[in-house]
């Protein structure tokens, strides 16, 4: 049950009106947060910050063959750079949440009398204006920041000043949005328009005559066969961008999105066993395997691609190669030894570390340099025998083994090189339970647990289809869409991190939530998200990085000599989490990281050592090693080896701005002067679809926002095996997998407080307390752990003190997310997106009843509050299927336009028709229950765009009677008022 909070307690009511805005942060106690979550889920009676995104940068650009001279050093010299940054800003702390929100819009020609439309690329023209106009008009109290975009038809618009971390700037949102819609149209000409939509459908579907003016198709920096250089925007690092990627990777980009199956679709006649339906049945959806179509190509050629399901308990790619890494258990075999201190690096001990563990699941891979050891994903080392080779020490395990004895315990160590017996060191006897230890009772567990999972392994082979694809060949097709992008400024480097981590999970989410893409190159796609085009459209891996044996010779000067094997193109899901898990008990500080690293994390391992050495610790070590692992693209003349190290950025920007994950991690810039703003550490989220109006934008920015407000406040943990949120970036492309499909999400956001590990006991949650009533999950409706049949090690005692709570904070909630937890306090499922979003049992309260008990807690003023409510109302219908994704939209409005033959083709007047539609809407001119609902948009009108001056020059006769006439035919007052009157009395009595 979902009822959702409006303001239910009067005297909270009674008190807005007098209030400052709610800060959107703060402290929860336990019995609090609970009552909040049984008022929810029971149904009852400033200037100083700007948001840099990305690096644009005035120069000339070095040709490729040219810059691969200087690729090396640039290498270097940026973690050199991030080394001085780490030093210099590492400390800071207190900063104050500041956000903001970019949006990206495209610029149309419409040509009425042939129903053509066409890329109108005038949007540097445009741009210069608009800025011109926001200076002049920088007196007023909101105002827009326009720079330019890939296209040369696009450009984006930030809010001139940040969000704050106050409740009532959630309505500046939409506020700020509406009003650079209207700035923006002030600018274009009678017969252009700039609809919010994620892509321009007939994109290299027109030949030279796609844009205006006409561009030939072709040229030297993209050599493509749709679309010609001169769409891409004129900033030289736009096009140095685009050839370098493919000089890098040897060939063009290569795109192929599944194309949409219809009834007359031409490239499925000729095969045979395909229905409109789909291949994958009810059960499951299609997966588009974007980045993996190396082997589809070669066997099948650019009008094919290799699809999959999403049913399967594995998720391959089209290759066969798993996506997570290798499992192993630890299992010390020697008398006395209870497992192994980590490693810095080969053969260097961390003596304070606590685990892992015999009987411990890590996960990890072999150094292919460095035989006999594996690299950790916590960015530690361990070997796998000892030196002599006669004592084994980690045993390969299914990767679907999970370890069942995680309760935690506290051991010392006898020796540099084991964790020590019960004897020594620290009394072992203050841990629970107890773990089995001799050789005999290790090697039965590991049969036991993969037994356990050997009942998935029929599911583990997937069923691959040949499906018609949708080719492109160009950066143009990906970089050329459209999105929604929030950046936070966190109070801290480890807040951000914390926020990296959390919003990666929901990054697939939000995507599948506000998906907008399902036109591509004049077709209907399969897909219906823009996120795999983008990212195999800046794929710039050679061969022998992408798995494929032949290929060019390595070559020396290009990162890992093009040889190390890389699993994603540079736009992608993150690789690694980054959050370190501090606590004051340090041996817990990897605690949460081995369990959910769980896929490949390529790194250059000079570049890890020498973090290392500099005092950074493993984890953003291995971040920062991963991400270059790529090479810059574009370096400009005179500012290589002339870019100053301690005081400048720009190598390691040059590198961090070209790596487009999911969520970005951004360190505070350098201040080249006194006078500069101070600019915290940041966390950006990318993942979402541009929406057709300012209200659906509006919804999902403030969305986001409270979530990390919530998350932070209520201490929750979202984490799951990135191997899982790879599988919901796939998932999320589906076609309308907002309603059909389902995502892996954690089931426990908060820790348990009793029967914490779950070993076959009941155990209760803050969230099944709020359910049952007070306390009532310890009496009624407990759940069995999903292990409680495992006959496996029971924990024993009972509750200790040091779960007390403490002014009202829990043990568990204040170590969160680093408790040890078990099997089922970490555990994850399949939920529907109806389930993420409104609940699931009474363990899984849902996103939205935790929103709303977190606007509660800060007493949220009732504008805020009414406009948050329209908000969440809008989400939960859109999650719960009675409205629509906007791609689910566009779809229907192509198949249903009179023009469609049912071919899956997009003519020139459904394109047309569609984007005059899509502008109406936006603009509040055309109404769309389907997917709006009862939400009706206020028209947008260019006229209200500036501020009017109140003037007093005096006005000359003509233009008086001309004011006056106008208005002499108007009602009086009187009149009005007493029709008024009239009117609302009727309306009484009705």
Known sequence: ?????????????????????????????????????????????????????????????????????????????????????????????????????????????????????????????????????????????????????????????????????????????????????????????????????????????????????????????????????????????????????????????????????????PEYAELTGLTPSGCCGDESMLLWRFGKGDVSREKYGDGFVIVGCSNSAKEFNDEGDPMTLQKWLVNVDCEGCKGLFYRSAPGVIVADADWPRNGDIVVGSEIPDVPGWIRLQNGYYLPIASDDGKITFLHAVSTKTHAKNQQKEILGSETPLFRGTAGGGRDSSLGRGSLPTSPSQLLELKAALETAVSSLSNDEAKTFNVRPAIHMDAMAFGMGCCCLQITFQATDMDESRFLFDQLAVMAPVMMALTASTPLLRGRIADTDCRWGIISECVDDRRPAERGREDGPEPDPEVAGKGYRRLYKSRYDSISTYLFQGKTEESHMSNRILNMYNDIPVPIDEDKYRELREAGIDPLLSQHIAHIFVRDPLVIFEGAIEEVDDETQTEHFESIQSTNWQSVRWKPPPPRTGPNDPHIGWRTEFRSMEIQLTDFENAAFTTFITLLTRVILTFDLNLYIPLSRVDANMQRAHGRDAAVKGKFFFRRHMAPLEKGDDGFGEQYVSMFSTAVNGKNGGMKKGLMPTLHSEDNLSKLNGSESDSSLFEEGVSEKRRVAPNASGGAEENSYEEMTMAEIMTGKGDYFPGLIPLVYAYLDHIQCDSLTMERMTKYLDFIQKRATGQLITPATWIRNFVRNHEDYNFDSVVTDSIAYDLMVACKEIGEGKRAAPELLGSVEIKPVSPGDAYAKKLESKRVNNGHIISLLERYSARKTFKETNAETQTAETMEYYI
């Open 1 to 265: 049950a979902t009822a959702p909070l409006r303001c239910s307690c009067s005297c909270l009511d009674n008190a807005r009106g007098s209030v400052a805005p709610a800060p959107l942060s703060g402290m929860l106690i336990n019995h609090f947060l609970s009552s909040l979550l049984q008022a929810v889920l029971i149904p009852s009676a400033s200037s100083a910050f700007t948001l840099q995104m990305g690096l644009l940068k005035v120069g000339v650009p070095q040709p490729w063959d040219k810059s691969k001279k200087n690729l090396n050093y640039v290498r270097e010299a940026g973690v050199r750079q991030f080394i001085s940054t780490y030093e210099r800003v590492k400390d800071l702390k207190g900063d104050e949440l500041l956000w903001g929100d970019e949006i990206e819009y495209g610029i149309f020609v419409l040509d009425e009398q042939n129903k053509k439309i066409r890329l109108s690329l005038r949007a540097k023209e445009i741009m210069d204006n608009l800025n011109r106009n926001e200076a002049f008009h920088s007196y007023e109290s909101e105002g827009c920041n326009w720079v330019p975009e890939y296209g040369a038809w696009m450009i984006e618009a930030t809010p001139s000043r940040p969000y704050t971390g106050y409740s009532a700037d959630l309505l500046r949102v939409e506020r700020n949005m509406r009003l650079r819609r209207k700035r923006l149209l002030t600018e274009l000409r009678e017969n252009e328009i700039a609809p919010t939509v994620a892509v321009f459908p007939l994109l290299g579907a027109m030949g030279d005559d796609g844009s205006v003016p006409s561009v030939q198709v072709g040229g030297p920096v993209t050599e493509s066969d749709y679309i010609g250089d001169g769409i891409i925007n004129p900033h030289p690092r736009f096009a140095a961008l685009s050839a370098n990627i493919r000089k890098r990777r040897g060939e063009k980009v290569n795109i192929r999105v599944p194309l949409f199956h219809d009834t007359n679709t």
